[in-house]
């Protein structure tokens, strides 16, 4: 069994930046990928990004390339989303997950993973 819990969310005027935190706890952190995903009202949950299990492979979403980095410490077991230059439309509840069988490469598809956060609400204002 894996627990995630997701902090830093929270109001934000357009083009600031915000850090969200994805703590992980029970099974093995460090041996599997994991992703951030977002669900705004009325839509459909949508990738943001996602990482391998050391660091070394990352894939993001178009709407987020160049704005959005993920990032991962294993010995912390907790990974991070800096969030900069946001906009209205970044405004969504944000979810971190987890594929707990699988270490290698990245996905983009929330039904490669295993495991949910309850989710962090982040409202960019304009």
């Known amino acids: 069994q894996v627990q995630l819990v997701e902090s830093g969310g929270g109001l934000v005027q357009a083009g600031g930046s915000l ?3 994805c703590a992980a706890s ?3 952190f460090s041996a ?3 992703g951030w995903f977002r669900q705004a009202p009325g839509k459909e949950r949508e990738f943001v990004a996602s990482i391998n ?3 070394g492979s990352t894939s993001y979403g178009d709407s987020v390339k160049g704005r959005f980095t993920i990032s991962r410490d294993n010995a912390k077991s907790t990974m991070y989303l800096q969030m900069n ?3 209205p439309e ?3 509840v944000y979810y971190c997950a987890i594929n707990s069988n699988r270490a290698w490469g990245t996905s983009a598809s929330l039904y490669d993973y295993n495991y949910w956060g309850q989710g ?3 409202t960019v204002s304009s």
């Open 19 to 21: 850090r969200l935190s």
């Open 26 to 28: 029970g099974r093995t």
């Open 32 to 34: 599997a990928i994991m």
């Open 53 to 55: 299990w050391n660091g």
């Open 85 to 87: 230059s946001l906009k």
């Open 90 to 92: 970044d405004t969504a």
């Open 120 to 122: 962090t609400q982040v």
